[in-house]
């Protein structure tokens, strides 16, 4: 019998995404497995959107994988996995799990703690991001990003699909479940999240599936 698991992920873009941690807590990752996974041509081909989830939790080995596959550090300049407009890096990634909302940290490879409360309900409208063991959320900081109101929209979206499409190709490779949102109340998160003045948004989900039993 087939088990699912899920990642979801979203995508909000605000002015300012700064949040006020809760406190410093921090969740060390494991090193990421960079050798580890299908040939890129399988994964592509196996790359889908997928709803099925369960409640099972993410190993610490997915979850670290997953991060650093999504938006890592992978050069010892501090560039990522995936290309940013004017390498801006505007994008921070929230993670939301039941045991709370956190902030990946690529340089530290770590989880900041933000709020130790689930949050899971509020990132979308369709039934399983409640139960989805992780959901993440990409905020865009327009601070970071040097260029007209317009553009800021345009390429924040452009930016984010790319971390998202690092994520899709992570999942089909590990077997997982993932599917990217948009269907979500942005102003509501965004006030949950305690994020500063939302400008505008758009939002993805993710979700993996586990085949373990
Ligand atoms: C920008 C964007 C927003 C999306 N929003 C949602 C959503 O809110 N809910 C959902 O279930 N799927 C959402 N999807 C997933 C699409 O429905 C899915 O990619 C499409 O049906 C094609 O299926 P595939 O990903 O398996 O190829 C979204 C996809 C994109 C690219």
């Known amino acids: 019998m087939k088990k699912y698991v899920v990642i979801t992920a979203l995508i909000i873009s605000v ?43 993410l190993s610490e080995k997915d979850l670290s994988n997953l991060l650093w596959a999504a938006w890592g550090i992978n050069r010892d300049s501090g560039l990522r ?41 509020n990132t979308g409208q369709q039934a399983f991001v409640q139960i989805a063991p992780i959901n ?30 690092n994520v899709y190709l992570y999942c089909a490779s590990e077997g997982l479940a993932t599917v990217i949102r948009g269907l979500v109340d942005r102003k509501g998160l965004a006030k949950v999240m305690k994020l500063k003045k939302i400008a505008a948004c758009c939002l993805f989900p993710n979700g993996r599936i586990s085949n373990s039993e």
């Not at 494991?30 to 409640?55: E, H, N, V, W, Y």
């Open 15 to 57: 002015l300012n995404s700064g949040v006020s941690a809760e406190s410093k807590q921090s969740i060390k990752l494991l090193k990421p497995q960079t050798s580890i996974g299908k040939p890129l041509m399988q994964a592509l081909k196996d790359r889908s959107s997928s709803r099925d989830f369960s409640t099972k939790e």
């Open 81 to 121: 996995t995936a290309p940013s407009a004017r390498n801006w890096q505007e994008i921070d990634v929230y993670v939301a799990m039941a045991k709370g909302l956190y902030l990946y940290n690529a340089e530290a490879h770590t989880l900041e703690l933000i709020i130790s409360k689930d949050i899971r309900k």
């Open 136 to 165: 993440l959320i990409y905020v865009a900081d327009y601070n970071k990003m040097n260029c007209e109101d317009e553009e800021k929209k345009f390429y924040s979206a452009a930016n984010t699909a790319f971390i998202s499409q």
